[in-house]
């Protein structure tokens, strides 16, 4: 089992996210960020690959982030770069606040959700 937590701060601005898991191997592959520390850019992003990580995906994120992609650009995108993207529960949360998660169809059962 997993939980996840990724979000905003409305006062100040800040991102974070944080996940706990069963799975000892999980830290490995996530969270991943990008652009913002030590510097901090527009696309940067934290992603959160969980329940069949793919961590790739989290590179692509970062690639089509930097070339300008949105949000909803990124939803359309992202599931051709992975054949299993179905079975992939995953979150992003850019720099400005942007908030995507995905549970895929063929995600762990009995529950997987979001």
Not at 20 to 41: C, D, E, I, M
Not at 79 to 105: C, M, N
């Amino acid at each position: 089992m997993t939980f996840a937590v990724i979000a905003r701060c409305p006062v100040t601005g800040s991102i974070g996210a944080g996940l706990a898991t069963f799975s000892v191997n999980a830290g490995r592959v996530s969270p991943v960020v990008k652009g913002l520390l030590p510097t901090f850019h527009d696309y940067g992003a934290i992603v959160l690959p969980h329940s069949y990580a793919n961590p790739q995906l989290a590179y692509d994120t970062f690639q089509l982030l930097e070339e300008g992609c949105s949000i909803a650009q990124l939803k359309e995108k992202l599931p051709q770069t992975d054949k299993y993207f179905s079975y992939r529960q995953y979150s992003i949360i850019t720099a400005k606040g942007e908030l995507w998660v995905h549970t895929g169809q063929d995600a762990f059962e009995p529950y997987a959700g979001h």
